[in-house]
Structures are given as C-alpha cells and as structure tokens.
C-alpha cells in the first residue's frame, strides 16, 4: 500500500514541504549541537593528546590543567624517575594569561614553557614560520592569530614582557582559549615558579602497567597525584560534558517535540481531510494493519525525507560556517547519524499515533452516507 | 446455496422511546447472477439493509448468511476480508482515492488482496478498457467525468472477482442517460461473470437492467416482481445505447 502512502503525501505539496521542513529544522538544530559538543571535547582534549605522554603527575587535588592549579617541586622528577618501570620523566610548565594586543583585542593564551633542551613544551604542529620560539618569541595558535588579527613579528605586550610571534600553531586552540608556546626562561618570567614546574610528563618502559606506575608515584611520593593520558584528557573536557551536555539534552527534547508535532499534525490534517477515502478502504476490505500501515508509511516517508535534508544542512554548516565562526567546531560522527536516525524513525511512530485513532473510530457503513 | 440469505433480519436505531426500527423483520435470497433492484421511499430502510446485506453494520436480530457461512460471530477483520474478496461495492458519490489515477484506483482491491504493483496495475488497465475507459488510465477523478468516476467505481467493484456487487444510489449523482449505461455495463458485466448485483436505487428506469424488483416500505419488504432485463446475458455488452 506504498502506492496510496506516497499519492496521499504528496498530493498536498505544500503541506509535506511543511512537514519535511519541521523536521528538517529539528534534525539540523540536534545534530550540529551534537556535532559542537564533539567538536568541542575534542579540541579541549587536542593538545594534550599530542603531547608524548603516558601519565600526567600532579599535585594531589589538581585535577585539570585550567581550573585547578598545580605546582611541583622540580627535584621530584629524579625521584619519579628512580621509580620501576619509568622510561622518561619531563617538567611540563604553562599558565593562563589574558592581555590585550595593540588593536585592543583581548586575548587569553596558555603559555607552555618550551625547553629546547629536554624537548618539552613543543607545539602540536606548525602552520607557519617558527618551529620553537627562541628568546622573546612567541608562537601563538593559527585560529587565535586570525580570530585576533595577529600577524607573524607582531609584538605582544604579555604580563610586563615583549614578545615577538615568530610562528604559527595547529591544534591548540581550546575555544575560548589557545596555547601559545615561549621559551623556557622567559615563560619563567611570567609563570615564576622558581625551581617548580606545573605538571611532569611520564613514558613508561614497554610492558608496563599504568595503574602500577600510578599507585608506585602515589606511594613514594606523598601529596602527588597522577593519571594516565586518556584520564587526564577526559578531566581537561569534563567542563564540556558537565555544562553542555544538559543543555544539549533540554534542545534534544525541544527539537523531538518539534519534529514529532510537525509530522503529527500535517499527517493528521490529511488524515481529517481524507477521512471518507480511509472509510472507503475499510469499506472494501482493507485491514485494519494495512490502513495503519499507510499512514505510518506516510509518516516515515516525510520523517525519513526530514531526516536527509537536515542532515545535508548540517553537514553543509559543518562545512562551510566554521570559516566564519571559529568556534563552530562540529564534528558529527558516524554514531550520532545513526541515534538521530533512530530517534527520526521514533517520530514518525510517535506521530502516526492519533491518526491512527482517528481511522480506528471511522465507521465503514457511514460511506453509503451520500 | 445462496451466495446471501437473510433471515427475519432487523435493526433498531437507538433505544426507549426514541428508537427507530429501521428495519422490520426482512428475509431475502441472493442467488448467482440475480440483478436485483431494491425501491422504496426515502427513509423505507434500503440503505441501513444494503449496509447489513454488506457486512457494514450488524443487524439488532435475525441472521445472514454469506457464501452459507454465519457473519454475525465473524470478527471486524474476518469480515473486511470477506468483503475484499467476495464483495464489490459502488456509492452515490463514488467515493474514488482523489490522489490516484483511475487505472491505480481500480487496482485497489487487488493490491489490498496482496497483488503486486505491477501485475496489478496491469490487471485494473485490462478491466477499465474493457469499460472504454482505455484512454483515461492516468486522469485522476478530479478530470473525469461523473460517468466516467461511476465506471472506473465499477472496474474497482470488479476488480477481486466479488460474488455480489452492493450499489447504494448509484446513479443519483449522474444525469439519467449516463446513469442508465453506466449500470447497463455493469449489470451485463456481471451477468455474463455470473456475478449477483443488488442496487438500491429511487430510478424506476434501473427495472430495465434488473431481473428482480423488490420493494421495501417502512422497514419491510412490501412487494417482488421480475425486472425487464433480457433473461440471457447480452456477451458483448450489446444491450448499451452509445
Ligand atoms: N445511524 C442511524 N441512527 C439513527 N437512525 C438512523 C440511522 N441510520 C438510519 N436511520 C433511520 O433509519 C431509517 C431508514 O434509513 P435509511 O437511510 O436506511 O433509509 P433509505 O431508504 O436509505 O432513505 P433514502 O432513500 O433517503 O436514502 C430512517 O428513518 C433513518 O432516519
Ligand atoms: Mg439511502
């Protein structure tokens, strides 16, 4: 009984232009909020991830590297390295800046202290210029650079210091924030954590086992914390989940409300407007499954029909308004499509509901009413 | 055996003081190839008895049979397949899909029955030619004219090779030239498939397609007498004025 679903449907263009457009609407409005809260985690956890690293050490009730601070005396790595099953120990040191460029833009930089000697505090990678900063340079985030028009030998007036960018990063830039990468005695300058660091990073030997390393760091060193990599990239973008996941949930339910009453009410329109042709089926013998069935198979076919057109949208905002909006950062992964596909195929169900009641009630012998 | 009996059926509308009893105690034989024309005044009870007669509405009392079989336990399902497949039924308005085509509203019945698309398309194009409706397949009724929605009504009547086709009024919204060799058509159609038609209908001409007319008055069947229609059927829809 396709034939009869698709005729119906697309006998009113109008009104199924209107259906597929709601739920076009509600599919764009969850996956490119679905797509932002991925990007997001995945920025926030970026440049962490690029750092060669098995397990960040840290003062016992730091948990992050932005919200809760952590200082370390230095000679500690010795006594970490001494430890089994370490490969490598290195000081990892960085703090949260905010000043304002010569434009009067405001910018806010994590500055990573750069240790060309043990090869520590490195950008993620280099767009342009610089690979390392030497002394009063700096290398700032690509995305930051143009968000705040700064270009390569600006000058930066950083807490009291005068730098020169030299280069351009990739992949470090957190969204409201960026890393931005100096050399070590003048990051001291500004951090001043005299023979202290933030943060150690840690390579374990091959066949080591995490939790071991761990609780062996906790053990010998008292008020030291550390966590593995993954840990410690998931605490860095806890924030994300924490404050956007319930919004995005709130606009989840918002946009299935919308969706499920868009193809609700114009299924049930036609439903109303045809009810004497769904008596006349009834009448001539059509069951009452087949009857739901076309109507289902309307709601489907306008559901599914949402569902490719906002998912085009949103892929073509995924695609295009990031250039314009740096913070647009949407990543709609595989996973995703396919829960929104299921939730599409859920309203479509949901809204054939009182329809289907209406043509339940229908009496067959009101059809020899003229 | 009968394709339908009715027995002493009757039904009453409402209850206490306001109920109608729409039909009195009504018994009637259908046999193969039986035209019977039903007539009567308005209000007399012809289409609450053709509703019954078509498994539409269940009767207060007495008991039908159709193809000898008891209805009045059937289930709502058990019935609506019973009507797919032994029953057609033509209405006043004639009630086409606004949406389909005329070759797609005669295929219908079929597809409902479980006929694919194709074949049955196919099988709706062979009936609505043999109707002179060939050139008119992909006009949706909203094109055709009243004459011709009454006959693509009849290839959709016709299409599960019912036994009986019930017709309420079937020519009420048709001038009576037209209404005449509409029910011409079917009427030789199914005598020459053997098929029983029963019509309802206030059009004194329809006796000449009938082969039984009865009358109903107040809910009872008043009067039968034979009908005009040639005793054997005219093979190639002869009996039709073009
Ligand atoms: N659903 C109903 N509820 C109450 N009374 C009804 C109902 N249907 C029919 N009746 C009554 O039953 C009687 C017979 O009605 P019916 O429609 O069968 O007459 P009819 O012979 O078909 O009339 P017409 O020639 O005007 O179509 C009428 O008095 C009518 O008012
Ligand atoms: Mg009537």
Same mark, same amino acid.
């Given at each position: ?172 830039? #957190?969204?409201? /924030?960026?890393?931005? &990468?100096?050399?070590?005695?003048? !990051?001291?300058?500004? *951090?001043?954590?005299?023979?202290? @660091? ?122 295009? #308004?990031?250039? /314009?909006?740096?913070? &647009?950062?949407?990543?709609?992964? !595989?996973?995703?499509? *396919?829960?929104?596909?299921?939730? @599409? ?26 | ?242």
């Amino acid at each position: 009984m396709f034939l009869i679903a698709v005729r119906n449907l697309f006998q009113e263009k109008t009104r199924l232009l209107i259906s597929v457009g709601g739920v076009a609407f509600s599919i764009v409005l969850i996956m490119v909020l679905t797509g932002l809260y991925r990007g997001w985690n995945d920025k926030m956890g970026q440049y962490i991830r690029s750092v060669p690293a098995d397990l960040w050490v840290m003062q016992d009730g730091t948990e992050d590297m932005f919200h809760t601070p952590s200082v370390l005396p230095l000679d500690y790595e010795s006594k970490i390295a001494d430890l089994d099953g370490i490969a490598s120990v290195k000081p990892f040191s960085g703090r949260r800046v905010a000043f304002h460029t010569a434009n009067q833009q405001d910018v806010g930089l994590y500055i990573v202290a750069y240790d060309a000697e043990r090869q520590t505090g490195l950008p993620a990678a280099i767009a342009t210029g610089q690979n390392v900063p030497q002394a009063s340079e700096i290398i700032v985030d690509r995305i930051t650079a143009k968000n705040k028009n700064i270009k390569i030998n600006d000058s930066l007036d950083i807490a009291g210091q005068k730098f020169k960018v030299v280069g351009l990063s990739e992949g470090g830039d #957190v969204v409201t /924030f960026s890393f931005a &990468f100096a050399a070590k005695e003048d !990051a001291e300058q500004i *951090l001043r954590l005299p023979n202290s @660091t933030n943060f150690f990073t840690v390579q374990l030997k091959n066949n080591t086992d995490p939790n071991q390393a761990i609780s062996n760091i906790k053990n010998n060193l008292p008020g030291v914390d550390a966590v593995t990599k993954k840990q410690f990239v998931s605490n860095n973008t806890k924030l994300i989940r924490e404050s956007f996941l319930p919004v995005i949930l709130v606009l989840l339910i918002i946009g299935t409300v919308v969706g499920t009453a868009v193809i609700g009410l114009t299924i049930f329109t036609s439903v109303v407007e045809k009810i004497r042709e769904y008596g006349v089926l009834k009448a001539i013998g059509m069951s009452h499954r087949q009857l739901y069935g076309v109507v289902i198979k309307q709601a489907m076919i306008a559901g599914l029909t949402g569902f490719a057109t906002g998912s085009l949208i949103a892929f073509g905002l995924q695609a295009t #308004v990031g250039d /314009f909006v740096p913070q &647009f950062v949407s990543q709609i992964n !595989a996973l995703d499509m *396919l829960w929104v596909f299921g939730l @599409t195929l859920a309203m479509a169900t949901l809204a054939s509901y009182m329809p289907i009641r209406r043509i339940a009630d229908v009496d067959p012998a009101e059809v020899f009413k003229a | 055996m009968s394709i339908i009996e009715a027995k002493n059926i009757t039904k009453i509308f409402g209850s206490g003081h306001t109920a109608v009893k729409a039909i009195n105690g009504v018994s009637l034989k259908v046999e193969a190839g039986d035209i019977i024309l039903i007539m009567g005044p308005s209000g007399s009870g012809k289409t609450t008895l053709i509703s019954m007669l078509g498994t539409l509405m269940r009767p207060t009392g007495g008991t039908i049979w159709i193809g000898g079989e008891d209805i009045s336990e059937m289930s709502g399902a058990k019935l609506a397949n019973l009507r797919l497949h032994h029953l057609g039924f033509m209405f006043q308005s004639f009630n086409l899909l606004s949406a389909l085509t005329a070759q797609q509203n005669a295929a219908v019945p079929l597809m409902i029955a479980g006929l694919s698309k194709k074949p049955a398309l196919k099988k709706a194009e062979e009936l609505l030619e043999k109707l002179q409706l060939g050139e008119r397949l992909d006009s949706l009724p909203k094109n055709l004219s009243g004459g011709e929605k009454q006959r693509v009504a009849v290839a959709r009547a016709l299409a599960n090779q019912p036994a009986v086709i019930l017709a309420d009024e079937p020519t009420a919204n048709l001038d009576s030239k037209t209404g005449h060799e509409v029910m011409q058509l079917l009427c030789n159609t199914a005598c020459s498939e053997g098929r029983a038609v029963i019509i309802v209908s206030h059009d004194a001409r329809l006796k000449d397609v009938a082969k039984r007319v009865i009358t109903i008055e107040d809910g009872r069947l008043t009067k039968e007498e034979p009908g005009n229609h040639e005793p054997n059927c005219p093979t190639e829809h002869g009996g039709q004025k073009q």
